[in-house]
């Protein structure tokens, strides 16, 4: 461990001894070992804040009649993203026989394969998928929604009722599965809404679309329903799980290991939920209601 590490930092040239550049290091930080007393710790950031260690994922129930418990705890890697736990997340939830209903979770949480993937175990993830980042999206244009695509008979029609001429399947830079949808010149040259659907030289649209049909579907639907006041209101709730975290980080000093090694780190933070847990069950029993979030005086004075 300790010749890794110096591998990663220094280098010698001829007889001299010299520190590592930025740019000679390993490409990925998840690559990079910050100490030979930590192997497992790596450096992350998020925004604004860059810290070692690891990443924490917590889980709590939400329901108004019930204290909201912490029902899962996972301690991962701090440069895996976060969509990356989520499969995990769920499996032991449902192994311990926590599974919810519904599943509300950040958009770093979210794809569209986690929605479907839970949807088989009975689980409705509420987050946002990402929304269409075409420029016809972006600008009123004719975006994937507005074609009608017939997985059976492999073609699509487009708003302006012209039938597709080519359907091919591709795979993005990710290496995801996508389906390449290809129109005629001559349908699209004359139409006079080019402008909504094509600005290449071709004169033609190309629609590319997730694949396969199960997915594309799903991804309609989610897309479709995170645009409703309904979706919108009932993922406020989401916004709980931060008073949880503030709990967690300073009154129980959830922020700072006091242990070396992912795992002794993991079960200090099983000890910070069940605390956390058993101060919410004794004020529940108590009848001492939940703390509300600190207003400023600007606040209060303009409420």
């Given at each position: 461990?300790?010749?890794?590490?110096?591998?990663?930092?220094?280098?010698?040239?001829?007889e001299?001894?010299?520190?590592?550049?930025?740019?000679?290091?390993?490409?990925?930080?998840?690559?990079?070992?910050?100490?030979?007393?930590?192997?497992?710790?790596?450096?992350?950031?998020?925004?604004?804040?860059?810290?070692?260690?690891?990443?924490?994922?917590?889980?709590?129930?939400?329901?108004?009649?019930?204290?909201?418990?912490?029902?899962?705890?996972?301690?991962?890697?701090?440069?895996?993203?976060?969509?990356?736990?989520?499969?995990?997340?769920?499996?032991?939830?449902?192994?311990?026989?926590?599974?919810?209903?519904?599943?509300?979770?950040?958009?770093?949480?979210?794809?569209?394969?986690?929605?479907?993937?839970?949807?088989?175990?009975?689980?409705?993830?509420?987050?946002?998928?990402?929304?269409?980042?075409?420029?016809?999206?972006?600008?009123?244009?004719?975006?994937?929604?507005?074609?009608?695509?017939?997985?059976?008979?492999?073609?699509?029609?487009?708003?302006?009722?012209?039938?597709?001429?080519?359907?091919?399947?591709?795979?993005?830079?990710?290496?995801?599965?996508?389906?390449?949808?290809?129109?005629?010149?001559?349908?699209?040259?004359?139409?006079?809404?080019l402008?909504?659907?094509?600005?290449?030289?071709?004169?033609?649209?190309?629609?590319?679309?997730?694949?396969?049909?199960?997915?594309?579907?799903?991804q309609?639907?989610?897309?479709?329903?995170?645009?409703?006041?309904?979706?919108?209101?009932a993922?406020?709730?989401?916004?709980?799980?931060?008073?949880?975290?503030?709990?967690a980080?300073?009154?129980?000093?959830?922020?700072?290991?006091?242990?070396?090694?992912?795992?002794?780190?993991?079960?200090?933070?099983l000890?910070?939920?069940?605390?956390i847990?058993?101060?919410?069950?004794?004020?529940?029993?108590?009848?001492?209601?939940?703390?509300?979030?600190p207003?400023?005086?600007?606040?209060?004075?303009?409420?």
């Open positions: 461990m300790l010749r890794q590490v110096w591998m990663q930092h220094f280098y010698q040239l001829e001299q001894v010299c520190l590592c550049e930025k740019r000679d290091q390993p490409p990925a930080s998840r690559l990079i070992t910050l100490s030979s007393y930590d192997p497992q710790a790596r450096c992350s950031a998020k925004r604004n804040v860059t810290w070692d260690g690891y990443k924490v994922h917590l889980t709590e129930t939400c329901d108004d009649d019930t204290p909201n418990l912490i029902t899962n705890h996972e301690m991962r890697p701090s440069t895996e993203p976060d969509h990356d736990a989520t499969e995990v997340i769920h499996d032991h939830l449902v192994v311990n026989g926590y599974a919810p209903r519904e599943h509300f979770v950040d958009q770093g949480y979210m794809s569209i394969d986690h929605v479907v993937q839970q949807a088989q175990d009975g689980i409705d993830l509420m987050g946002a998928v990402p929304d269409d980042n075409s420029w016809q999206a972006r600008h009123g244009g004719y975006d994937s929604r507005q074609f009608v695509v017939d997985w059976d008979n492999e073609q699509a029609v487009c708003p302006q009722g012209h039938d597709s001429c080519s359907w091919s399947l591709a795979q993005t830079r990710s290496q995801r599965p996508v389906v390449k949808i290809k129109f005629r010149h001559r349908d699209c040259a004359p139409c006079p809404a402008n909504l659907c094509a600005n290449n030289h071709e004169k033609r649209r190309t629609l590319t679309i997730l694949a396969p049909q199960t997915l594309y579907e799903a309609q639907v989610a897309r479709q329903r995170q645009q409703t006041t309904n979706f919108k209101t993922c406020h709730v989401r916004a709980g799980v931060e008073g949880t975290v503030s709990q980080a300073h009154a129980l000093g959830a922020r700072r290991s006091r242990y070396r090694g992912m795992d002794k780190t993991h079960l200090q933070h000890g910070v939920a069940a605390a847990n058993l101060l919410r069950i004794v004020n529940w029993l108590d009848d001492v209601p939940p703390s509300k979030t207003q400023s005086r600007f606040a209060q004075l303009a409420a």
